[in-house]
């Protein structure tokens, strides 16, 4: 299912917990004039989760202009247990009963259908460390919102692949930067390129050399 349709909505107000604090207003997340990017990934302890935001986190000096909020299908606790309760310089947001994935549409997909060359290396990794998983099982495929004020939906991108999602905070700003671009020259500016039929990420930014499966 495309996500396209949700550009143009707004997110309802809610409160979530991160692995810090809990009952936390999303709205109050959404405030201010740099807009918020949105990043659902699987459980905390997945490995492409835990590959992206080691990338987030490695690459956080670089997040201008945006703001970032990750969401993850693990309780509070489980992951602050994980991670001794240290803080992440960008939300986590918790949501382990997966309340908004079902709400915005966010899928999975099973076997080789949600698979990429670079989610078949963090699987080979993962599994040397001794890391062990259900091939067989569905897999939730990334979404990547870029949401405004009120929890206005901006722009969407329902990822093909476990790793069709922003490689790094750079990624994460170039997209915003198009957006916010896009926005600012109106109905009749050029249009932002972001259809999730056939393009990935690195694709809506023009990134001729970058990997499309990362």
């Avoid at 240290?86 to 709400?103: H, K, N, Q, R």
């Avoid at 939730?140 to 929890?151: F, R």
Wanted: proline share 7%.
């Amino acid at each position: 299912m495309s996500s396209e349709h949700l550009v143009g909505t707004s997110i309802p107000r809610f409160t979530f917990d991160t692995p810090t604090k809990p009952g936390n207003d999303f709205y109050a997340l959404c405030e201010g004039e740099q807009p918020l990017v949105m990043i659902f990934l699987p459980a905390f302890d997945h490995p492409v989760t835990r590959e992206y935001l080691t990338h987030y986190l490695k690459t956080y000096a670089r997040l201008r202009g945006v703001r970032l909020a990750c969401v993850v299908r693990s309780s509070a606790r489980t992951v602050a247990q994980a991670t001794q309760g240290a803080e992440f310089p960008f939300p986590i947001i918790c949501d382990a009963p997966g309340v908004l994935y079902s709400y915005l549409g966010v899928e999975q997909a099973r076997g080789l259908r949600s698979w990429s060359f670079a989610a078949q290396r963090i699987y080979k990794t993962a599994k040397e460390q001794g890391y062990r998983y259900d091939s067989s099982a569905p897999q939730i495929l990334p979404l990547t919102l870029v949401v405004g004020h009120l929890g206005k939906v901006l722009f969407t991108h329902s990822g093909r692949s476990q790793t069709d999602l922003p490689e790094d905070c750079t990624a994460i700003r170039e997209i915003a930067r198009e957006v916010t671009s896009t926005l600012a020259a109106g109905p009749e500016g050029p249009r932002t390129r972001c259809s999730d039929e056939t393009l990935t990420l690195p694709d809506l930014v023009g990134w001729d050399d970058v990997d499309n499966d990362r």
